[in-house]
């Protein structure tokens, strides 16, 4: 059976809404198929189970990650890793919400498939900015003796703590209460 990308879409965008509001575990699946406007069993040709759905958000997540990543730049890799970083924290990425993003990490800590999917794409993200940093390194832009590993960790933790405080403070903007952020992104990688 082909699978329609448009109602492909409308599960996934009802999956997060549901998701970020009740959380995994209290939204049903008869819940985000009313809300995506099909039928539960329709549903059940595109995920077999939530864990399926939570799952393809995460990957959603991660392919709006790359494809930024990879987007043509014209700036230092400096530059490109502080506009990467700021957009994660301000608008996080289709499908996900700040509410949503804390709920997979709580979920993915819980869940052993769950973890193994928000794993193996941390690893994808991680290794896409790493590949920003070696450019950079190769640039001469970047101190030579940065550990990529770790500095790719350190930036998606932070990552990760500002979305979190986000979701927590709607009114929470890293642009205003952290207005060195760019120096200390600088600091770490030069």
């Given at each position: 059976m082909i699978k329609d990308s448009a109602t492909y879409n409308k599960l996934i965008?009802?999956?997060?809404?549901?998701f970020a509001k009740k959380g995994f575990n209290a939204s049903s699946v008869r819940e985000i198929a009313t809300r995506a406007g099909i039928s539960q069993?329709?549903?059940?040709?595109?995920?077999?189970?939530?864990?399926?759905?939570?799952?393809?958000?995460?990957?959603?997540?991660?392919?709006?990650?790359?494809?930024?990543?990879?987007?043509?730049?014209t700036g230092t890799c400096l530059q490109k890793i502080c506009l990467l970083v700021s957009s994660c924290?301000?608008?996080?990425?289709?499908?996900?919400?700040?509410?949503?993003?804390?709920?997979?990490?709580?979920?993915?800590?819980?869940n052993p498939s769950l973890r193994n999917t928000?794993?193996?794409?941390?690893?994808?993200?991680?290794?896409?900015?790493?590949?920003?940093i070696r450019q950079g390194l190769d640039n001469g832009e970047f101190r030579s003796d940065i550990?990529?590993?770790?500095?790719?960790?350190?930036?998606?933790?932070?990552?990760d703590g500002l979305i979190a405080r986000k979701a927590v403070n709607k009114n929470f903007s890293a642009k205003k209460e952290l207005p060195s952020f760019t120096d200390f992104l600088?600091?770490?990688?030069?």
């Open positions: 965008t009802a999956a997060a809404e549901c069993g329709a549903m059940y040709t595109y995920f077999k189970s939530k864990d399926e759905l939570i799952s393809a958000i995460v990957l959603e997540e991660q392919k709006t990650a790359l494809d930024a990543q990879n987007k043509p730049f924290i301000s608008d996080v990425g289709y499908p996900a919400s700040h509410h949503l993003w804390v709920e997979i990490i709580a979920e993915s800590a819980r928000f794993i193996s794409s941390d690893i994808a993200m991680r290794n896409g900015i790493g590949n920003i550990g990529i590993e770790e500095t790719t960790i350190i930036l998606f933790a932070m990552i600088r600091r770490i990688l030069t």
